[in-house]
Structures are given as C-alpha cells and as structure tokens.
C-alpha cells in the first residue's frame, strides 16, 4: 500500500504530538513552489485559517495536532488544484467585515474597497444618504457603507437570486440592514425613487476574454459576475443611459473599471454628465471611475 508522506511527515517531526509551524511551512513550500500560478504566502492563510489564529501569531503557535493536519492536508490539495482560498474556507474579509462566499457570487477584490472609501468620504455631504449599490453580488460594498455609515439608507440590486442569498446571509451575519431587490440593473427599482450615492462594480470582462482568464477564476466564480459582453462595455452603457433618472442632481456615481478601460468608459459617460474622473487603485491601476452632474466637492 502506497504511504501518505503527509501522515509520515507529521509522524517524523512531531514533538508530544504537536508539529511546529515552522516544519509545516516547510513542508507546504516543497508543494507549492512547483505551482507558480499560485503565491506562496498561500501557505501562511491555509495554516493561519486551519489553525483559527491570525497569520501574525503562526510564530507563536504551540504546534500542529494530526486532526488539523489531515485538515492542512485536504485544504492544501485544494489550493494546489487551484482552488481560491475564500472558496475553500467559504469566506473573506472585505473592509474589515468577515463575508460568506461561494462559487455563486465574486469574492470581492481588495481593489473594490476604495470605491467603499470614495462613498464614505462622500457621504458626509447627505445628511441621510440614499445609497444604491447595483450589482451587488456577496452584498459587499452594500454592507461595508451601512455598517460604516449607519445613517444611511442602502438599497442593494443583482439579478442572481443565489447571490442575493448570500448579500442576505451576510448582512445579516454583519448585522446590518439593507434593502435587497432582484433586478436587471434599473428594471426592478422603484421608478420615482432617486439615490445621493449611486455604486456598481458591474461584470467588465469581454466575453472573449473569460476564455483566457486563469482556471481559478473561471472554475470558481460565476460568469454572470464577469461577463461584461462582446466589449465588456455593456453595463457602463446601460448606466450611462438610466442613472440620470435614479440619480439626485447632487449625487454621484461611483463604478469600478477593468484596468484597460478608462478612457471608453470616460467617454460613455463625458456624454451624460458634467465632471468625470477616473483615479487609481491601490495596484496603480485606473480603476475606479466618478461622475458627477455638478462640481461641487473634493474627493
Ligand atoms: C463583478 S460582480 C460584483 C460583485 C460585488 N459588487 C463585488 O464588488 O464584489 C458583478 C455582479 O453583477 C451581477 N449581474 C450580472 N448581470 C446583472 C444584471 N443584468 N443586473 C444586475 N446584476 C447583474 C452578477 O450576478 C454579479 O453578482
């Protein structure tokens, strides 16, 4: 019978039944240095979100028991087979907020949570912000602006009923209430009800594009989420064309943009409003785009 090195490795380094943290990394690098699609500081959130602790304390860790082990083992051989980590442990962290995820909904991007702070700066204008988050998938930015602003009144849309199952679950895990409505962006809200803040990081992939993006991102997370149509410009348009009905005249429009798509999206909206700006994330990529009908702050 064939030997599990895993079950021989902890057997051959234990210490009163406890394997040093320090010996495990060491280990998982042999595995993970073969797979260059995958980051190596993989193995320090497997091991730190296994173990339960934070990925500071993985040097102060008494050691690893042979149960969590086998459970390092099965979720390594996942990540190994390219297997997101918020998949395998069925969350993430998004503006400081633990958020269930699946393969039903985007595991929201650090990137997004600059259009959360965009919003927050620009919220303190409103007294009671309306605030309408259009394709809200996990419920993301929805909850990170109600629990960061709890005055303000957030209403959150997306078509899939999986996912708004889950922006439900979260916000309620968060505690934190928003409004939730299934709708084909605009279609479902309200026709005489306006918004000061109005956000969307809609799907910007072109439809060919999602047959060259790498297997993790296709194997799990649902097309519906990135597929932005043959110019991947379809969802901006369809903004462009209804927001202004949605919109205060004094609100804002806040959208995350694929890296490459700046000045198409400028010039989708330089027709529909006075100010346009696009400002760059975190990775100094253009990233998040901003229209307003007025100039009348600084972001
Ligand atoms: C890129 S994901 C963004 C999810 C989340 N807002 C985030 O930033 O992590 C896009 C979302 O748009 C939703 N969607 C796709 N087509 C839509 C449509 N026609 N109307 C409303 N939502 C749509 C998808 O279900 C998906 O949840």
Known sequence: ?????????????QKNNLLKVFFAKKF????????????????????????????????????????????????SKERLQGKPISIIFGSTN?????????????????ETEELVSFALKNAKYFSYPSVLDLCTGSGAIAIAIKKNYPTSNVTATDISSKALYIAKKNAFLNDCEIKLIKSDMFSSLPKDKKYHII?????????EELKEISKEVVDYEPSLALDGGKSGLKFYENIALNVSKFLHNDGILIMEIG?????????????????????KDVFNNPRIVICEKLNQRKI
């Open 28 to 75: 998982l690098s042999v595995f993970f240095k073969k797979n260059p699609e995958i980051e190596i500081s993989d193995i320090d959130w497997l091991l730190a979100l296994t173990l339960k602790i934070n990925r500071s304390e993985l040097p102060i860790c008494h050691g690893i028991t042979f149960e969590i082990w086998k459970k390092i083992e099965k979720k």
């Open 259 to 279: 890296y490459k798509q700046e000045e198409e999206v400028k010039n989708i909206f330089k027709k529909h409003f006075e100010i346009v700006n696009c400002y």
């Open 94 to 110: 998004f503006y400081g907020l633990n958020l269930k995820v699946n393969s039903n909904v985007l595991s929201p991007r650090p």
């Open 1 to 13: 019978m064939k030997k599990n090195i895993w079950n021989q490795f902890w057997k051959e380094n």
């Open 199 to 207: 956000l969307s990081n809609p799907p910007y992939l072109k439809s």
